[in-house]
């Protein structure tokens, strides 16, 4: 008999479930970006994103696998069972942080995005969880190389916890839209904030109680 623990879907069924609306609206909007780069109908809507139609295809792409891969890197129990697994998920889904940053500070700083949907605020927050992001994975990456696995957690908790704060913003969005209409302006941009802070407040909570 085994002395490793069972895996278990809890985790990394929550984490899922936590990307499934970013996930799927990032495959809406890609499916959309493809029909109009192939003769589609461009419409106010989507006008913005047809401007940096590649930014916007690598950043689904990257945030998408981000998301998904890396739910299943925190179960002890998957790490401990299939260790080789973990190193190979692990370099895609350092990769894909990586490049779901980079597109992402491209798009905020590169794409005209209309400022009932993104405010000073809201810039400058995006900028900052990008560099954040890029700056969690590589110390990150450092530590493992290093043989630092605590360190190497505990950076990989606070880059997954920031690009999780798509997942978020939809949890804090979707009842205040539901009750009191769309979300915009300063409003909009304090919600979408809080999402990251809100994450990166539980990432530091769950490092000090040395999770999992
Ligand atoms: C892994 C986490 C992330 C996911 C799942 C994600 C997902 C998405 C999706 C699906 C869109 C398209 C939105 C639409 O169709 O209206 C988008 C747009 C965008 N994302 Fe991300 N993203 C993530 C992380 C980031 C980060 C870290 C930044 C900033 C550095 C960022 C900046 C942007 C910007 C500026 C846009 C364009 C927004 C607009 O024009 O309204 N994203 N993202």
Redesign the pocket.
């Known amino acids: 008999m085994s002395l490793l623990p069972s895996p278990s879907w809890k985790l990394p069924g929550a984490l899922l479930l936590l ?1 499934l609306v ?2 799927a ?6 499916l ?1 970006v493809l029909k109009v780069s192939s003769g589609g109908l461009v419409t106010a ?2 006008t ?2 047809m401007t940096m139609p590649g930014a ?1 295809l690598a ?2 792409v ?3 696998l ?2 998904v891969l ?1 739910a299943f890197q925190f179960d002890a129990a998957i790490r401990l069972r299939f260790p080789r697994l973990h190193r190979i998920t692990g370099r895609v889904v350092a990769l ?2 990586i490049l ?9 700083a590169g ?1 005209h ?2 400022a009932e ?2 405010g000073e605020l809201l810039y400058g ?7 954040c ?1 890029l700056l969690a994975i590589s110390v990150s990456i450092r530590a493992v190389l290093r043989g630092r696995i605590a360190q190497h957690k505990a950076w990989m908790i606070r880059a997954y916890a ?6 978020t913003q939809v949890l804090i969005m979707l009842p205040v839209a539901l009750t009191a209409g769309t979300p915009t302006f300063f409003f909009r941009d304090i919600l979408m904030t809080s999402a ?1 802070g809100l994450n990166a407040v539980f990432a530091e909570w769950l490092i000090r109680r040395r999770w999992p």
Do not use: K, Y
Request: charged residues 10%.
């Open positions: 990307s970013p996930v609206a990032g495959a809406v909007r890609l959309d809507e989507n913005r994103f916007v950043h689904i990257a945030a998408s981000f998301c890396g894909s942080g779901t940053a980079l597109t992402g500070l491209w798009m905020t794409m995005i209309p949907l993104q927050a995006r900028l900052l969880v990008g560099i992001m920031l690009g999780q704060g798509a997942g990251w």
